[in-house]
Each structure stands twice: as structure tokens, then as C-alpha cells.
T-cell receptor, first 109, second 117 residues
């Protein structure tokens, strides 16, 4: 079967670093996505990984290990505006996206 | 401005009254999709379309219909809405589906909050 899992909620401090983990199981894999979603708004694309390793994009980085079925999103120099839900999703062998339930990130001053 | 638009943004209706939520994109994208989002369940795909006149069921298609007569439009139809279809609905599009491109970013519409009484 297929499944994907991420923590429900995390709390971090402004200026700090936070790592949001995502684990998945699937027989066919065509990449893993991270999206950011502010409350009441549409998700917006953050990153895509299809090969193992770390992809860095400004304050945000995303890591993938295909053999472990594991990804993480790393957010550095946290700002209050980073308070949002972070959604991970993998693309399966049918090119459908399977979404996690999202991790709500709370940033405290 | 490149965008995905949905209408209406908010809708309160009653059980059994047919409704249509429109979705339109101006980016010439081939792939379009409808999701519903419920607390604790994440995004669940209802239907998707790889191109004009091609539609396929997602994970939760029961009670919904779609059509793709033109590339830019992908309306979601609820023939006989029920209270369990109360949800936040998102339409999304991407350049192409069915290919693991360098990335296949989905662009989302602003969402339609539907309440069925």
C-alpha cells in the first residue's frame, strides 16, 4: 500500500532552525514535493526532490533519501511569516500526488 | 497575471441542490485537478484531467462529476450535494501530468469553501 506521514504540529522560535520530517511508503516513486499553506489560503510550491540529497533554496532546504522513504524540510532563520502548514506529497507510479495531512508550524517570538 | 481562478469562493447550499464550481487557468496547462481538504486528512484528489476530453477518478470521486471540454476550464459538478461534501475545495493545474519532469509544480486556485446544510 501507499502511505505518507508527517508530524501534526511543531513549535519553534523566531530566528532558529526547524526540521520537518516526512516518511512515505510506496512501490512506485516519481519525486517528493513540499508546499507551504497559510491558514485559509492555497498551497504554494516550495521544493521538489527526485534524487537523493539536499536541495537548497534560500532559507529553505529539502532532503530526500529514497532508500529510507524519508524527506525533510529545513527552515533556517525562522521568521514570524513562516507560521503556516507544511505539506509533503509524493508522486506515485501513476503520476498521482499522495498528500500528507500537513505539519502546522507555530513560530514564537 | 498567470493564475488559477475558482468561483464561487464561498457557497452555502442545501442538500440535493445541484451546484457547479468553476475553475479556469490562463497558463495553457495540460493537467488540471480537483482536491478537497478536510481537517486532519490533508488534500485528497477528487478527479484529474491530463488533457482536453481526458478525465480520471482520483481517491474520492463519489458524488462528483467533472468535464474538460476546453483546455482552460475544469468545472466540478455536485449533482446532489450532501452534508459530507462540506469542505474546502481547491482546483490546481500544472504544465503536464504523467511525466516526472525536473519538477511538476502544481498551481492552486484560491479555494472554494462549500457548506451543505
Amino acid at each position: 500500500g501507499q502511505n505518507i506521514d508527517q508530524p501534526t504540529e511543531m513549535t519553534a522560535t523566531e530566528g532558529a532552525i526547524v526540521q520537518i520530517n516526512c516518511t512515505y511508503q510506496t512501490s512506485g516513486f516519481n519525486g517528493l514535493f513540499w508546499y507551504q499553506q497559510h491558514a485559509g489560503e492555497a498551497p504554494t510550491f516550495l521544493s521538489y526532490n527526485v534524487l537523493d540529497g539536499l536541495e537548497e533554496k534560500g532559507r529553505f532546504s529539502s532532503f530526500l533519501s529514497r532508500s529510507k522513504g524519508y524527506s525533510y524540510l529545513l527552515l533556517k532563520e525562522l521568521q514570524m511569516k513562516d507560521s503556516a502548514s507544511y505539506l509533503c506529497a509524493f508522486m506515485d507510479s501513476n503520476y498521482q500526488l499522495i498528500w500528507g495531512a500537513g505539519t502546522k508550524l507555530i513560530i514564537k517570538p | 497575471e498567470a493564475q488559477v481562478t475558482q468561483n464561487p469562493r464561498y457557497l452555502i447550499t442545501v442538500t440535493g441542490k445541484k451546484l457547479t464550481v468553476t475553475c479556469s487557468q490562463n497558463m495553457n496547462h495540460e493537467y488540471m485537478s480537483w482536491y478537497r481538504q478536510d481537517p486532519g486528512l490533508g488534500l485528497r484528489q477528487i478527479y484529474y484531467s491530463m488533457n482536453v476530453e481526458v478525465t480520471d477518478k482520483g481517491d474520492v470521486p463519489e458524488g462528483y462529476k467533472v468535464s474538460r471540454k476546453e483546455k482552460r476550464n475544469f468545472p466540478l459538478i455536485l449533482e446532489s450535494p450532501s452534508p459530507n461534501q462540506t469542505s474546502l475545495y481547491f482546483c490546481a493545474s500544472s504544465p503536464r501530468g504523467g511525466e516526472p519532469l525536473s519538477y511538476n509544480e502544481q498551481f492552486f486556485g484560491p479555494g472554494t469553501r462549500l457548506t451543505v446544510l
